[in-house]
């Protein structure tokens, strides 16, 4: 009896040494899942974003000189840290840019060629300048880019009309921004078009559910591209009626705005005399920067709302509403 009390009482020691390990076991496996330091979250991190920003006076043409310390950057209302503020000038001013004509443009279009070859003219030698047209959904190329201006000018002729039809020009201008090479210059594109867009506007024609609009306003800020539209009827519209050219227009004031360009039109005719226009262009063109800032990585590229502001006084920054951010993988 004794004996088996003994054995009862060495594997009663037992078990419970046994418990005890397997209860200690058991807690260096889970205790620092529960208890360990917390350790950030390294499946991202800061990357760098570039964004071309237009800096312009609100009153008055002396545009003011902005220096790093003066901008501040905001993705989804966080502040991120400015890294870079360069003006576009000297060494760094190289620019590419696209001139877009719609083939389906009135041929009043003509009288306004001699002001665009003065606009082509008055460009900086480190500027190239590409001429196209835009019909069927595409582009046509009558001048590739190059620094030759004369070329540039050369290459401008009457539209086709009415014949080119108007499917979409939002279409033809992600033709050619597809087909663009990668390049360190801005690259930059002026059009001259209605808007109007037979293909992705439906019945109603509304901006706000075309889908060739939105492929082109997205595929724009994933490229950096910066777009002006100087509005310009349709031939066989007749203006469209003043609700179709309002709707027409406000595709354009959406892209240029997405992007961080300008919309000129005046009513919803043909306009007189686009010289200011142009010069407006050619001003914003002077007064460009390239911003670097860090914004936090997503788990694939994405486009982030991206807000650019300064608190100097008459002083406005312009720039795309969206920044594209690397994975930072």
């Known amino acids: 009896m004794r004996n088996l009390a003994m054995k009862k009482n060495s594997i009663a020691k037992h078990s419970i040494a046994l418990g005890a390990m397997l209860g200690l076991i058991l807690g260096a496996i889970s205790l620092p899942a529960l208890a360990g330091p917390h350790k950030p979250n390294t499946s991202t991190t800061d990357v760098p974003v570039k964004m071309v920003v237009t800096v312009k006076a609100r009153t008055g043409a002396e545009v003011p000189v902005v220096a790093e310390a003066d901008v501040q950057v905001y993705q989804r209302d966080k502040r991120n840290m400015v890294t870079n503020w360069v003006p576009l000038q000297g060494d760094r001013a190289g620019l ?14 003509a009288l306004q060629f001699p002001s665009i070859a003065k606009f082509i003219d008055e460009q900086p030698a480190s500027t190239s300048i590409g001429i196209g047209y835009m019909h069927n959904g595409m582009v046509t190329t009558a001048q590739a880019l190059t620094t030759d201006h004369a070329l540039a000018q050369k290459a401008l002729r009457l539209p086709i009309g009415s014949a080119a039809g108007s499917p979409s020009p939002y279409l033809a201008l992600s ?155």
């Open 96 to 109: 590419q840019l696209f001139i877009l004509i719609d083939d389906s443009a009135r041929d009043g279009i």
């Open 175 to 329: 033709d050619l921004m597809k087909k663009w090479p990668q390049t360190a210059d801005r690259r930059e594109i002026l059009m001259f078009t209605s808007g109007f867009d037979s293909l992705g506007g439906g019945f109603s024609e509304n901006p706000y559910t075309n889908p060739y609009l939105d492929e082109a306003m997205n595929r724009a800020q994933r490229g950096g591209f910066i777009i002006y539209s100087i509005y310009t009827p349709t031939a066989g519209s007749g203006g469209f009626g003043s609700f179709r050219g309002n709707l027409s227009q406000t595709g354009l004031d959406m892209l240029s705005q997405a992007t961080g360009g300008e919309t000129y039109y005046l009513g919803n005719g043909a306009p007189v005399d686009i010289t200011s226009y142009l010069a407006d262009v050619s001003f914003s063109l002077k007064h460009q920067y390239e911003l670097t800032f860090l914004a936090k990585g997503t788990n694939k590229p994405s486009l982030e709302p991206v807000k650019v502001k300064t608190e100097m006084s008459n002083t406005g920054l312009r720039t795309a509403e969206n920044g594209y951010v690397g994975s930072g993988l």
